[in-house]
């Protein structure tokens, strides 16, 4: 939801309803916000993008609805529309801060998920909690991300729903430069709104997390004095926390110790921190205290003891890896004994060995009895969340499975004790079909789990670039810790070959770094003091010393890792009609295996209970939601994981779906086209002048300047050498170049526009040399003092080696390319035209490129916008899909749809080819998953039978739909082959 002006949001405002035709994605709802709030009146303005809807407060209806149909969105009233504005968007919560609380997301692990239809009834159930504005569940991870609401409140409204929940991470802030307050009477989660509205409105408090369980927030920003009277006049009692700083470690004693030895340690640990604690087990020492672990270490070494730190952290992603593992063992498990007690009772049955139920009954109860006690142990699952949905009259598949087994015991069963009960059933009992169905779908979860597992190994892999260990210097000495017990500050040697352990600065030595897991390039890149390194990274030749300014969630490397996550949590459109499909699928099925039954014994003249049980068994256990509800979610997953291994990191799926349909792509020339690395070549003085005063008062003049060009002056200038002028009343123009004033005197730094607007006259030999170094290329800045020209400059960005072929591949992919510059025509076409672009837009301010994409767009076009992600941000907002290239360090990895972890063009190509093969992907999978079910339902039904006199058996019936699912897990998992470049990329 967007506000015009949040102070002045009148209650009384009128509210009305519009259904909003042509939008897809986050950005065409932020366009339709921008428009409507265009409208006089309206200071409200929020979409529900699911159900294509705007509601907006105040203005004309009527005049809302012609902004829109002008922005490209027609538009009409809606009577039956709630009109009330939706909740706050995350990416539009700064906006309107003074009336909503910031929205932390927070992540759930739900295990009890087994087909699509749970994963709707979850999202209902957690959107209905109050504050919950966005929710986005995972059947493969068997997962929730969730934004607002409160975590615990959540929890037990899906316990209430029949899918138990845990928390697995909770919304929290970065602890750096945060402090934490005590609060008294907090009781709900009422209280925890007000608490967090009264500290947001503390000045300087950019972020606040409160807990209610705990009793405390976690505030960043602000004075803690005034935050703590800030909650006390809310009537909460408050004070400050006094944060310890003492933290907990395990170090291995690799000797027996002696008591002595014990008690020298303790005197160790107590002669820095009295409030050290240590408890022994065996070799091991838990230790709680203030002081680095290294500098224990240390100290316990020097009284001869041979010890090390112990891992005492353990990886999420391992972990869940060990319970993958665990869960495909139990399932081949629970398979094997139905498969042996299935086919032992089949074979009997059918060859003779047993007796006919009317002679043998004590026999076959004893069969039964064996069946049902397998049905126990190889489908319990099954019968326990069909359990669980039937007390909140809810279904999904686990109810389909029990009710097909069940129905084949019960009426084996019967017959059983009744042979002539079911006309002819006594040649075909289902007990077999009971147990061999339970087999199949055992089997097919053991090989759809596995091949999951396959699915999340590029996560694991990058996971597996962190390294384990570092060597910590300190006073005493260095000494080999654990990563997770590295603090900030901390000093660590990197010897050659080994892996930067963390992010940090490199603060002496010098050294090559391999960042090919960041951009992709294979060549090392030199590193020296006050340079950067990025944990993970490979030291290929130096040895150097780094201080650590990143720990845990908050490194490069977490942040790509939880970005691939959150992308494969998201939804594309295509997604979300799947679920509404899947939320009704069940109850269709079973209202058509009744159907089924009845029209048996209506129709068929043979065997009809026998047959119609046959059929209505088969139909339950055919018909598979679960390969329904798998097709989306595991093919953005494996492409978003492959995307990344090709160092292009998708932020969600609504990006990856409007990549695929891109028609024209927007490119900036400086930093996209060239390296971005300008360098003065030639230096013309005006009369009166030499080149070395040009050089220095240029360079005086952007020593207050943050444009890329302005570091090329001041090499040169430091190049030269020479005191630079001091200058005051410093103004940057964007777009256009700088001015400042010395002595009085205005000096002006900028393009031939800015010079000649400012009314400095240009001598007519310093034009054509201008006009000449354009058409090679070349950037002119002009230099004036007053109204004269004291010279003209001439800098010059080296074109990128691949921008040529990657132009080259966007064109013949069918995009057209266009350039946007702020250079001069000259310099722009002369570029445009050693790439091949033909459509250039020069001498264009930042934000008139926002008019050039509108203008693609309103043709009809699909444009994506290719910048830094930083000078760009409005274009690439307005874009329908925004690409930001440069290192995977930089900002741009927060704000863009699709950074690009490298300086490769040809990596946008990659990412559109790998969005439509992924989307080709989503689409085979769906068409396998219906049309699965649209034949096999009706064979199931024996729809064919008067045809064929031909039944589908129940356990067979199983067997296809574990082979559904796998089916579709398999055919997602060819991605992961996919080379976007190659010919396999031309062929997938």
Not at 399 to 407: C, F, M, S, Y
Request: net charge negative.
């Amino acid at each position: 939801m967007s506000i015009s002006d949040p102070s002045a949001v009148p209650s009384t405002s009128p509210v009305f309803c519009l259904s909003v035709e042509g939008m897809t994605c986050e950005h065409c709802q932020t366009r339709v916000e921008q428009a409507a709030l265009g409208v006089d009146g309206v200071v409200e303005a929020g979409v529900d993008l699911a159900a294509g809807t705007l509601s907006v407060r105040g203005g004309d209806p009527q005049a809302v609805i012609h902004a829109l149909a002008e922005a490209g969105y027609p538009a009409k009233e809606n009577k039956t529309c709630l009109p009330t504005p939706p909740p706050l968007p995350v990416h539009q919560k700064a906006a309107a801060a003074e009336v909503a609380v910031p929205v932390r997301p927070y992540l759930l692990r739900i295990d009890e998920m087994h087909c699509a239809s749970c994963v709707g009834r979850v999202e209902q159930a957690i959107l209905a909690v109050p504050g919950v504005q966005a929710a986005a569940v995972n059947l493969i991870e068997k997962s929730a991300a969730v934004e607002g609401g409160d975590p615990a409140q959540v929890i037990e409204v899906l316990d209430q729903a029949g899918y138990p929940a845990a928390l697995v991470k909770e919304p929290q802030l970065s602890r750096e430069d945060g402090y934490e307050i005590d609060i008294l009477g907090m009781h709900c989660a009422s209280c925890v709104s007000r608490v967090e509205q009264a500290l947001l409105k503390v000045p300087g408090v950019t972020d606040v997390s409160v807990n209610l369980i705990e009793k405390k927030a976690l505030i960043r920003g602000g004075q803690p004095s005034q935050a703590v009277q800030a909650v006390v006049d809310q009537g909460y009692g408050a004070s400050l926390r006094v944060r310890s700083t003492n933290d907990s470690f395990v170090i291995r004693v690799h000797t027996q110790p002696e008591p002595g030895n014990l008690e020298q340690i303790r005197e160790i640990l107590l002669a820095q921190d009295p409030n050290a604690d240590m408890t022994v087990e065996d070799q091991l020492l838990k230790i709680t205290t203030s002081q680095h672990p290294a500098d224990i270490l240390l100290r316990i070494a020097d009284i001869g003891l041979e010890v090390s730190l112990e891992e005492t952290f353990v990886d999420p992603s391992l972990q869940q890896a060990e319970e993958t593992r665990q869960e495909i063992r139990l399932a081949w498990r629970r398979a094997i004994l139905a498969g042996v007690v299935g086919t032992a009772v089949m074979v009997g049955h059918m060859s003779g060995l047993f007796p006919h139920p009317e002679d043998g009954q004590l026999f076959w109860a004893g069969a039964a009895l064996l069946c049902l006690l397998t049905m126990m142990y190889s489908g319990r699952n099954y019968f326990i969340g069909a359990w669980k949905q039937a007390k909140h009259g809810a279904a999904n598949m686990d109810t389909l499975v029990a009710l097909g087994t069940g129905a084949a015991w019960v009426s084996s069963l019967v017959v059983i004790v009744d042979p002539e009960f079911i006309p002819g059933a006594g040649d075909n009992l289902f007990l077999d079909a009971s147990v061999m169905i339970l087999a199949f779908l055992q089997l097919g979860r053991a090989l759809e789990t596995r091949a999951k597992r396959t699915t999340s190994e590029a996560i694991g892999a990058l996971v597996g670039l962190r390294a384990r260990t570092a060597l910590v210097v300190r006073t005493a000495g260095q000494v080999e810790i654990p990563v997770s017990l590295l603090r900030i500050g901390d000093r660590l040697r990197v010897k050659p070959g080994e892996k930067v352990p963390i992010d940090g600065e490199i603060i002496d030595g010098r050294t090559t770094i391999d960042e090919s897991m960041l951009t992709g390039e294979p060549l090392a890149v030199s590193r020296a003091v006050g340079d950067t390194v990025t944990g993970g990274t490979i030291n290929r030749s130096g040895s150097f010393i780094l201080e650590v300014t990143r720990l845990g969630e908050d490194t490069t490397l977490a942040r790509i890792i939880r970005m691939v996550k959150t992308a494969q949590m998201s939804k594309p459109p295509i997604g979300r009609l799947v679920d509404r499909i899947a939320g009704i699928f069940v109850p269709i099925v079973i209202t058509i295996s009744l159907i089924t039954l009845l029209a048996w014994l209506g129709l068929a003249s043979d065997l009809p209970l026998a047959h119609g049980i046959t059929a209505a068994i088969a139909v339950l256990v055919i018909a598979c939601p679960c390969a329904l509800g798998l097709a989306t979610p595991i093919a953005i997953m494996v492409g978003t994981s492959r995307a990344a291994q090709s160092n292009v990191l998708i932020r969600n799926s609504d990006a990856l779906q409007t990549a695929a349909a891109l028609t024209h792509v927007v490119v900036d020339k400086t930093g996209t086209l060239t390296e971005g690395r300008p360098a003065v070549t030639s230096v013309y003085p005006g009369a009166g002048y030499t080149e070395r005063e040009v050089l220095l008062w240029a360079a005086s003049l952007e020593v207050g300047s943050e444009h890329p060009l302005a570091e090329a002056v001041l090499t040169a200038q430091s190049e030269q050498g020479g005191a630079l002028a001091q200058v005051d009343a410093f103004k940057a123009v964007t777009g256009r170049g700088v001015s400042a004033e010395h002595n009085d005197v205005t000096y002006l730094l900028g393009s031939y526009k800015f010079l000649k607007e400012e009314g400095v006259v240009l001598p007519a030999d310093l034009l054509d040399r201008a006009r000449h170094e354009a058409d090679q290329g070349g950037t002119p800045i002009w230099l004036g003092k007053g109204v004269e020209v004291m010279g003209l400059l001439i800098l010059k960005d080296p074109l990128r080696q691949d921008s040529a072929a990657s132009i080259k591949r966007l064109q013949s992919m069918g995009i057209e390319v266009v350039m946007c510059s702020g250079d001069n025509r000259a310099t722009a076409e002369a570029v445009a035209k050693e790439v091949g672009i033909s459509q250039v837009h020069s001498e264009i301010l930042p934000e008139e490129k926002l008019q050039v994409i509108r203008t693609l767009q309103e043709q009809g076009g699909k444009v994506g916008m290719v910048g830094d992600g930083v000078n760009d941000a409005p274009a690439l907002a307005q874009a329908d899909t925004g690409f930001a290239i440069g290192s995977g360090t930089d900002v741009a990895i927060e704000n863009a749809d699709i950074t690009l972890a490298g300086d490769s063009l040809l990596l946008v190509a990659d990412a559109i080819t790998i969005s439509e093969a992924t989307l080709r992907n989503i689409k085979q999978n769906l068409f396998g998953a219906f049309i699965y079910n649209v034949i096999g339902i009706p064979l199931a039904a024996g729809v064919f039978y008067p045809f064929t006199g031909w039944l589908l058996d129940p356990m067979f019936a199983s067997a296809a739909m574990a082979l559904s699912s796998v089916t579709v897990v398999t055919n997602a998992n060819r991605l992961r082959f996919f080379q976007p470049r190659g010919e396999a990329g031309v062929t997938s």
